[in-house]
C-alpha cells in the first residue's frame, strides 16, 4: 500500500485550485489593432471577460493604471436596463414581455420595452417584411454587397438598425473550449460610456 504524505497532497490541491482561478480571471484583447481614441490614455483596451462581467457586458479601462482600475459596462450594441441592472442586445426582447424589444429612442438615456411588430425576438420589420437579424442567406437577407458579408444587425454607433458587417469572433488562448466574443460585441468599436451604457445611465460619465 502507496502511503501518501496529507501535507503533500494539501500543497498538490492547493496548487491546482489557484491555477484553475487564475485561468479564469485571464482575458485577452482582439487581435486586430483598435483606433487610439478607443483606447484609454494608458492605451489598455477592452477585455471579453466572461469570468468577470456579466453576460453582454466587457471589461473597460480606466485612466488610473491600477490593477483594481477596470469596469464591466454594456458592450456595443446592447443596452443598459436599469430594472434589472442588466445589459442586452438592442432590439432584441431581452428583459421585455414575449412580442416585445428593447430599444433606446434618440435623446433618451432609458431604454424601453416596446411591441414588435414580427412578434419574433430577434426579426425586425422592414417594409411589412420581417427578417432575421444576422441571417447570410442571400434571399432572406435585405442588405446590399451580401458577398461582403453585410447583414441586418445594430448599428453600434447610433444603436439603430442597419446592415452592418459581421464582426470576427474573439477566442481566447486558453482551456480546451475557449470562450467567443459574440459577433455583435463589435470589441473593436467598443467605448466606454458610450450611449446606452450602463455607466452612462448611472451617470458616472461625462
Avoid at 477592452?46 to 456579466?54: G, N
Avoid at 470576427?168 to 468599436?189: G, W
Wanted: charged share 25%.
Amino acid at each position: 500500500m502507496i502511503n501518501i504524505n496529507p501535507r503533500l497532497l494539501l500543497i498538490a490541491v492547493l496548487f491546482a485550485l489557484i491555477g484553475k482561478v487564475a485561468r479564469a480571471q485571464i482575458a485577452f484583447v482582439e487581435d486586430q489593432d483598435i483606433d487610439k481614441k478607443k483606447a484609454n490614455l494608458a492605451g489598455r483596451k477592452p477585455l471579453y471577460s466572461p469570468a468577470r462581467c456579466p453576460k453582454h457586458q466587457l471589461l473597460y479601462p480606466g485612466d488610473q493604471q491600477k490593477q483594481n482600475d477596470w469596469v464591466c459596462d454594456c458592450a456595443p450594441a446592447t443596452l443598459y436596463y436599469p430594472e434589472t441592472d442588466g445589459c442586452y442586445p438592442a432590439y432584441r426582447q431581452g428583459p421585455c414581455e414575449p412580442g416585445q424589444m428593447l430599444v433606446l429612442y434618440k435623446e433618451k438615456i432609458i431604454p424601453e420595452c416596446v411591441r414588435n411588430p414580427c412578434n419574433r425576438d430577434g426579426h425586425f420589420m422592414i417594409r411589412d417584411t420581417c427578417y432575421e437579424f444576422g441571417n447570410t442567406k442571400n434571399d432572406e437577407n435585405p442588405c446590399p454587397y451580401k458577398e461582403a458579408t453585410f447583414v441586418l444587425g445594430v448599428n453600434p454607433f447610433n444603436l439603430m438598425v442597419d446592415c452592418v458587417k459581421l464582426s470576427v469572433q474573439l477566442e481566447t488562448r486558453i482551456s480546451d473550449t475557449p470562450e467567443t466574443a459574440p459577433p455583435e460585441y463589435y470589441i473593436e468599436l467598443a467605448e466606454k460610456c458610450s450611449r446606452g451604457s450602463r455607466l452612462l445611465a448611472q451617470g458616472k460619465c461625462a
